[in-house]
């Protein structure tokens, strides 16, 4: 038995479903959502850890199945055909989404366990129904929006997901959390809204929604109709702000810092990409070939100003989760580099851009979780007080930094292939500007890093432990971390599957390229200094346990940071000029400006 | 031809006027009754427009259930109105914030009128694939075969937004009624008028569902009337509504989109394909998943009017 019949094997009978496999993952957390409804109760929570297990194992047939038969997928609803009926269809992006999508719900709902037992005695708690509900909710819109082959089909998963998505921000019931999912609710409907008026476009001038055919027919045409130019940038411009992409992120950092950890880590790792994964598909599946150098310098720019903005105010952050809130939105930049990229080398931008998705949404649930976890042993997560909680935590602090590690970009991480594919692309391209920017985020996300690893290492437990976390919940956050940090050395092989489904993309060409010099010396070092050098500085900054004798300077301090006190003026400068972008006037402005600015750009070049 | 143009020009240029009215007006209460009148005239639109279907789900569901949800959080709002007014921001912003939506919404007219004539359709590839459906209303056929993912998708996303509504309940209120509705008043014309309206309008319901699967109606809209029949009969305080802990009340909220799950996995046996209708039995069984998602979602629409479980529930209602 050879090594890829041994891989098919487990999965042979659910292969040989062909299209029909793709049922499951779309349906299976529907009946999920449905089943929790009617059972409720005390045993909740084990139950939907069946489900998402069968979960697991259906993406992990999919994938399989998309990457052993080196094609995509295809399924026609109830027998009907597009334009009349609907399709789904999984690619290698959709079987890549779906897989990293099931392997961290469940690591989810491992954890979850825990913070959603019903308390013995009563029947069932208001948070238990809500958390496992949503949380099917959420599955079943991701799986929905990565599946779906039409545009109204898409606009109902988002809405799923949405619907599914803004309750668990405000779980707690704080009135602080609610004003959090209300803004994160109203700024996504008008992303929906948005959304659906292009979509309204496309049928007006096309007179069908499936995907494939509205490639097809504008292939044709000599150049966009200006209904579909309008179309392309309210779709766009809707994502982004579903996306919360600078200077749209008015919604993220309160949602993503204010729901409980297990919600944070679904939120922060996979919903945001539901949004974004669709603008792929609008750019490379609905329109290729319409992506015109001016809108790909617009996205990339956006997703520029996220990583320098995003890190910079993570740094001035006092609160850990909030941190960790401000790097989702740093690290949702990066994706957007792959607009201007993929022009001239769409292989390696796509490839990094993919990698950036998975091992994100592995390594930012594992922060999130980890800070869940040192939240509720600690009973706060102000960072300057988290000193000493290496020797109450010693597992989940480790999950942080190997977590933090991908988010750097240290090899042999997904982070550190993104990183490198990345950077190739922008030496084939000549794009150099791009390059400094993921340099300076890097070195950016490494000095936040060291300033929480730094406190957690250093100096006795400050406060008192009010709560010892589950066994369970701390060798699940270390497992993603793992997953993040360990993604470079899977056989570059398996990467083949980002090119499924995609003409002349060769994935573990770039992977291979990428890994063989990893861990030369030359490269190592030179990959490492700058990030030590960083080091050093924030842990010459850090405060020592004899300067903390002082009560009331360290008081004085909390509101200082990292970036110590010739850079105080222009944090605060730059933390003005967030809480400025995040009123919703300006937001408002942002969202109207930049749809114009699409539409110019895309209207230019067609 | 005249007068009927005569009539659509006056409709658009109302439409038109109260749309700026709905939204230059301060009050948050009369922006809603003046988006209530706005929604009935966008459903004399559609009907001009030979849209019937999305006439009456207009006028049933984004204008009649909306308007009343509307209502009630301009109520609650009320107080703290004049605060959020006196926020706002300055006149620049605002001039330019108009300016871009104006930029923009005529930039959308120009496009919309920049749209192929004549339309390309499928109504055409509708009608030709209707009859296997057994329906006549392509409506229908549309909602319920063609695309009946979207249909089955859009039922349980009403879930969610329940889930959401009961989510910000006080932890130890959890379990019991909603508690959001107006206190009943005993004694009032409402009694009478929540004992003698329900029965015309359960049958009304009953007859937009029946009919929708050959002329103009369907399950939401007939699913609207039902609830509005429920919500009369709760304000007046004839009954009480249930809690959220009852197993029966939980069972029928999911039964609907089960039922539809459950006959559209048949299908992939006995009509080899998810979601598709043996030949043949494709109307009885549309009519089944018709009639059962309307009670679903009538008690979902009711239950997102009546909020949240609450612990002080209303005392003085009659049980």
């Given at each position: 038995?050879?090594?890829?019949?041994?891989?098919?094997?487990?999965?042979?009978?659910?292969?040989?479903?062909?299209?029909?496999?793709?049922?499951?993952?779309?349906?299976?957390?529907?009946?999920?959502?449905?089943?929790?409804?009617?059972?409720?109760?005390?045993?909740?929570?084990?139950?939907?850890?069946?489900?998402?297990?069968?979960?697991?194992?259906?993406?992990?047939?999919?994938?399989?199945?998309?990457?052993?038969?080196?094609?995509?997928?295809?399924?026609?609803?109830?027998?009907?055909?597009?334009?009349?009926?609907?399709?789904?269809?999984?690619?290698?992006?959709?079987?890549?989404?779906?897989?990293?999508?099931?392997?961290?719900?469940?690591?989810?709902?491992?954890?979850?366990?825990?913070?959603?037992?019903?308390?013995?005695?009563?029947?069932?708690?208001?948070?238990?129904?809500?958390?496992?509900?949503?949380?099917?909710?959420?599955?079943?819109?991701?799986?929905?929006?990565?599946?779906?082959?039409?545009?109204f089909?898409?606009f109902v998963?988002?809405e799923l997901?949405?619907f599914?998505?803004?309750?668990?921000?405000?779980?707690?019931?704080?009135?602080?959390?609610?004003?959090?999912?209300?803004?994160?609710?109203?700024?996504?409907?008008?992303?929906?809204?948005?959304?659906l008026?292009?979509?309204?476009?496309?049928?007006?001038?096309?007179?069908?929604?499936?995907?494939?055919?509205?490639?097809?027919?504008?292939?044709?045409?000599?150049?966009?109709?200006?209904?579909?130019?309008?179309?392309?940038?309210?779709?766009?411009?809707?994502?982004?702000?579903?996306?919360?992409?600078?200077?749209?992120?008015?919604?993220?950092?309160?949602?993503?810092?204010?729901?409980?950890?297990?919600?944070?880590?679904?939120?922060?790792?996979?919903?945001?990409?539901?949004?974004?994964?669709?603008?792929?598909?609008?750019?490379?599946?609905?329109?290729?070939?319409?992506?015109?150098?001016?809108?790909?310098?617009?996205?990339?720019?956006?997703?520029?100003?996220?990583?320098?903005?995003?890190?910079?105010?993570?740094?001035?952050?006092?609160?850990?989760?909030?941190?960790?809130?401000?790097?989702?939105?740093?690290?949702?930049?990066?994706?957007?580099?792959?607009?201007?990229?993929?022009?001239?080398?769409?292989?390696?931008?796509?490839?990094?851009?993919?990698?950036?998705?998975?091992?994100?949404?592995?390594?930012?649930?594992?922060?999130?979780?980890?800070?869940?976890?040192?939240?509720?042993?600690?009973?706060?997560?102000?960072?300057?007080?988290?000193?000493?909680?290496?020797?109450?935590?010693?597992?989940?602090?480790?999950?942080?930094?190997?977590?933090?590690?991908?988010?750097?970009?240290?090899?042999?991480?997904?982070?550190?292939?993104?990183?490198?594919?990345?950077?190739?692309?922008?030496?084939?391209?000549?794009?150099?500007?791009?390059?400094?920017?993921?340099?300076?985020?890097?070195?950016?996300?490494?000095?936040?890093?060291?300033?929480?690893?730094?406190?957690?290492?250093?100096?006795?437990?400050?406060?008192?432990?009010?709560?010892?976390?589950?066994?369970?919940?701390?060798?699940?956050?270390?497992?993603?971390?793992?997953?993040?940090?360990?993604?470079?050395?899977?056989?570059?092989?398996?990467?083949?599957?980002?090119?499924?489904?995609?003409?002349?993309?060769?994935?573990?060409?770039?992977?291979?390229?990428?890994?063989?010099?990893?861990?030369?010396?030359?490269?190592?070092?030179?990959?490492?200094?700058?990030?030590?050098?960083?080091?050093?500085?924030?842990?010459?900054?850090?405060?020592?346990?004899?300067?903390?004798?002082?009560?009331?300077?360290?008081?004085?301090?909390?509101?200082?940071?990292?970036?110590?006190?010739?850079?105080?003026?222009?944090?605060?400068?730059?933390?003005?000029?967030?809480?400025?972008?995040?009123?919703?006037?300006?937001?408002?402005?942002?969202?109207?400006?930049?749809?114009?600015?699409?539409?110019?750009?895309?209207?230019?070049?067609? | 031809?005249?007068?009927?143009?005569?009539?659509?020009?006056?409709?658009?240029?109302?439409?038109?006027?109260?749309?700026?009215?709905?939204?230059?007006?301060?009050?948050?209460?009369?922006?809603?009754?003046?988006?209530?009148?706005?929604g009935l005239?966008m459903a004399?639109?559609w009907v001009?427009?030979?849209a019937v279907d999305v006439a009456m789900t207009e006028a049933a569901l984004g204008t009649g259930l909306t308007g009343l949800l509307?209502?009630?959080?301009?109520?609650?709002?009320?107080?703290?109105?004049?605060?959020?007014?006196?926020?706002?921001?300055?006149?620049?912003?605002?001039?330019?914030?108009?300016?871009?939506?104006?930029?923009?919404?005529?930039?959308?007219?120009?496009?919309?009128?920049?749209?192929?004539?004549?339309?390309?359709?499928?109504?055409?590839?509708?009608?030709?694939?209707?009859?296997?459906?057994?329906v006549?209303n392509p409506v229908t056929g549309v909602l319920l075969a063609h695309r009946a993912i979207d249909t089955l998708l859009e039922s349980v996303v009403l879930i969610p937004a329940l889930?959401?509504?009961?989510?910000?309940?006080?932890?130890?209120?959890?379990?019991?009624?909603?508690?959001?509705?107006?206190?009943?008043?005993?004694?009032?014309?409402?009694?009478?008028?929540?004992?003698?309206?329900?029965?015309?309008g359960i049958l009304i319901g009953i007859h937009l569902v029946w009919n929708g699967a050959d002329d103009p109606g369907g399950k939401f809209q007939g699913a609207t009337v039902l609830a509005a029949m429920w919500i009369?009969?709760?304000?007046?305080?004839?009954?009480?509504?249930?809690?959220?802990?009852?197993?029966?009340?939980?069972?029928l909220l999911v039964i609907g989109a089960?039922v539809f799950?459950?006959?559209?996995?048949?299908?992939?046996?006995?009509?080899?394909?998810?979601?598709?209708?043996?030949?043949?039995?494709?109307?009885?069984?549309i009519l089944a998943i018709e009639a059962v998602l309307t009670l679903s979602i009538a008690l979902t629409l009711g239950l997102l009017l009546?909020?949240?479980?609450?612990?002080?529930?209303?005392?003085?209602?009659?049980?």
């Open positions: 038995m050879d090594s890829s019949s041994l891989l098919v094997s487990p999965f042979t009978s659910l292969i040989e479903l062909g299209g029909l496999l793709l049922v499951i993952p779309l349906m299976l957390p529907v009946i999920g959502l449905l089943l929790a409804l009617m059972l409720g109760g005390r045993f909740l929570g084990r139950f939907m850890l069946l489900l998402l297990l069968l979960g697991l194992i259906a993406a992990l047939a999919v994938a399989t199945a998309v990457l052993t038969g080196g094609d995509a997928l295809l399924y026609h609803l109830g027998g009907w055909a597009p334009p009349l009926g609907v399709a789904l269809k999984a690619d290698g992006l959709s079987a890549i989404l779906l897989l990293v999508s099931a392997v961290v719900i469940l690591a989810v709902g491992i954890y979850a366990q825990r913070d959603f037992r019903v308390p013995p005695g009563a029947p069932e708690t208001r948070a238990s129904l809500v958390f496992w509900m949503l949380l099917m909710g959420v599955w079943a819109g991701l799986n929905a929006a990565f599946l779906g082959q039409d545009l089909t898409l998963a988002l997901l949405t599914s998505a803004v309750p668990l921000v405000a779980l707690d019931g704080r009135a602080e959390t609610l004003a959090a999912a209300l803004r994160y609710l109203l700024f996504a409907l008008l992303g929906s809204v948005l959304y008026l292009g979509a309204v476009l496309f049928y007006g001038t096309y007179a069908t929604l499936d995907i494939a055919l509205l490639a097809e027919r504008i292939a044709g045409a000599p150049s966009l109709p200006p209904p579909i130019v309008a179309a392309a940038a309210l779709m766009t411009v809707g994502l982004l702000a579903k996306t919360a992409l600078f200077p749209l992120h008015l919604w993220l950092p309160p949602a993503h810092a204010g729901a409980p950890p297990a919600a944070s880590a679904i939120l922060s790792a996979l919903v945001v990409k539901a949004s974004f994964f669709l603008i792929l598909r609008i750019w490379f599946d609905v329109l290729p070939g319409a992506l015109n150098p001016m809108t790909a310098q617009i996205l990339g720019a956006l997703g520029a100003g996220a990583i320098l903005f995003g890190n910079l105010i993570a740094l001035r952050q006092a609160r850990l989760k909030l941190l960790i809130a401000y790097s989702t939105v740093a690290q949702i930049g990066y994706l957007f580099l792959i607009f201007p990229l993929a022009a001239s080398a769409e292989s390696l931008a796509l490839t990094g851009g993919m990698l950036q998705v998975v091992s994100h949404a592995c390594a930012k649930a594992a922060m999130f979780m980890a800070a869940g976890l040192l939240a509720g042993t600690l009973g706060h997560d102000r960072i300057r007080d988290l000193g000493g909680s290496i020797r109450v935590l010693p597992i989940t602090v480790l999950a942080f930094g190997l977590a933090g590690l991908s988010l750097i970009g240290i090899q042999p991480s997904g982070g550190y292939l993104t990183k490198t594919l990345l950077t190739a692309a922008v030496d084939g391209t000549g794009q150099w500007w791009w390059g400094l920017v993921m340099q300076a985020g890097g070195l950016l996300t490494a000095a936040y890093l060291f300033w929480v690893l730094g406190h957690a290492l250093s100096g006795p437990p400050s406060g008192q432990v009010v709560a010892r976390p589950g066994r369970a919940q701390e060798l699940v956050v270390l497992a993603l971390a793992l997953a993040a940090l360990l993604l470079g050395l899977l056989p570059p092989a398996l990467f083949d599957l980002v090119g499924v489904g995609r003409a002349g993309l060769d994935a573990s060409a770039a992977v291979s390229t990428a890994m063989a010099g990893a861990f030369g010396w030359s490269k190592l070092w030179g990959d490492v200094w700058p990030i030590l050098v960083v080091g050093l500085l924030v842990l010459g900054m850090l405060p020592w346990p004899d300067r903390q004798a002082n009560a009331s300077e360290r008081l004085a301090a909390t509101t200082s940071s990292v970036t110590g006190h010739w850079a105080a003026a222009l944090g605060a400068i730059l933390e003005r000029a967030d809480r400025g972008l995040r009123k919703w006037p300006v937001a408002g402005l942002s969202l109207l400006v930049l749809a114009l600015a699409l539409a110019a750009a895309i209207a230019t070049g067609s | 031809m005249t007068s009927a143009l005569v009539v659509d020009a006056a409709l658009a240029l109302l439409v038109l006027g109260l749309a700026l009215w709905v939204i230059s007006t301060r009050a948050a209460y009369s922006a809603v009754v003046g988006f209530v009148a706005y005239l004399i639109v001009r427009l030979a509307l209502l009630g959080a301009a109520a609650r709002l009320a107080p703290y109105e004049a605060a959020e007014v006196s926020s706002r921001p300055g006149r620049g912003l605002r001039m330019l914030i108009g300016l871009l939506c104006a930029a923009i919404a005529l930039g959308l007219a120009a496009v919309v009128l920049m749209l192929p004539d004549p339309a390309p359709t499928l109504a055409l590839l509708v009608a030709e694939n209707l009859p296997p459906t057994g006549g889930i959401g509504v009961w989510s910000v309940a006080a932890d130890p209120a959890w379990g019991g009624r909603p508690g959001s509705l107006p206190r009943p008043q005993s004694g009032s014309a409402l009694t009478l008028l929540a004992q003698v309206l329900p029965p015309f009369l009969v709760l304000i007046a305080g004839l009954r009480e509504p249930p809690a959220v802990r009852d197993q029966r009340l939980r069972v089960l799950i459950g006959i559209g996995v048949a299908g992939i046996w006995l009509a080899d394909a998810f979601l598709a209708y043996p030949e043949g039995y494709a109307k009885p069984l009546a909020g949240p479980p609450a612990n002080d529930h209303r005392s003085g209602g009659r049980s």
